[in-house]
T-cell receptor, first 116, second 114 residues
Framework: AQSVTQLDSHVSVSEGTPVLLRCNYS??????LFWYVQHPNKGLQLLLK????ATLVKGINGFEAEFKKSETSFHLTKPSAHMSDAAEYFC??????WGGGNKLTFGTGTQLKVEL | DAGITQSPRYKITETGRQVTLMCHQT?????MFWYRQDLGHGLRLIYY???????DKGEVPDGYVVSRSKTENFPLTLESATRSQTSVYFC?????????????FGPGTRLTVL
């Protein structure tokens, strides 16, 4: 079974400093991995996804993530945080074994706070 | 382009009542999903549908019923609501259901069961 562990439930950064949100996954296969963002009282929006092409994936709003198979990690980074980045971020793995379409397994989320 | 919409956005009901949450998508995506979001659990899959008239259980289906008579609609019914079903419910859709496909989420319905 697939699983995802987000290593920090809360991360706080200052505006203009780098962002690192950590995610480790467990998978028997080459997984598809996603990062979604959820702003307060909003739905989830896709930031980026890894689907076994390039290991460094660039997403929207300056975010990127690197797939490291040896470390089973898919950490999300951004060089310079902006106030508008304050939100909850979910690391997600797609289960290829389920047989029922693209079942997603979600991490428990990381709340990002950006301070002036 | 409306995308994927949910109604109502907020609902308060009482224990034992039947509640139906609506989900509508305009992309003609084959797959649709219902999730619930609870603190400390991320999102968990309740039911999914591969096409009209094809539905199946997810991780936490007990107490819920779904139907899909039309491709664009996927209502979720709580037949007899319980306090443990207080949650935020998200509907999602994806084009083909392949593991590389993106799921697109609606804005959510916040349900409170008193």
């Amino acid at each position: 079974a697939q699983s995802v562990t987000q290593l920090d439930s809360h991360v706080s950064v200052s505006e203009g400093t780098p962002v690192l949100l950590r995610c480790n996954y467990s998978s028997s296969y080459s997984p598809s991995l996603f990062w979604y963002v959820q702003h307060p009282n909003k739905g989830l929006q896709l930031l980026l996804k890894y689907t076994s092409a390039a290991t460094l994936v660039k997403g929207i709003n300056g975010f990127e993530a690197e797939f490291k198979k040896s470390e089973t990690s898919f950490h999300l980074t951004k060089p310079s945080a902006h106030m508008s980045d304050a939100a909850e971020y979910f690391c997600v793995v797609s289960d290829p074994d389920w047989g029922g379409g693209n079942k997603l397994t979600f991490g428990t989320g990381t709340q990002l706070k950006v301070e002036l | 382009d409306a995308g994927i919409t949910q109604s109502p956005r907020y609902k308060i009901t009482e224990t034992g009542r039947q509640v139906t949450l609506m989900c509508h998508q305009t992309w003609s995506h084959s797959y649709m999903f219902w999730y619930r979001q609870d603190l400390g659990h991320g999102l968990r899959l309740i039911y999914y549908s591969a096409a009209a008239d094809i539905t199946d259980k997810g991780e936490v289906p007990d107490g819920y019923v779904v139907s899909r008579s039309k491709t664009e609609n996927f209502p979720l019914t709580l037949e007899s609501a319980t306090r443990s079903q207080t949650s935020v419910y998200f509907c999602a859709s994806s084009e083909h259901g392949q593991r590389t496909d993106t799921q697109y989420f609606g804005p959510g319905t916040r349900l409170t069961v008193l």
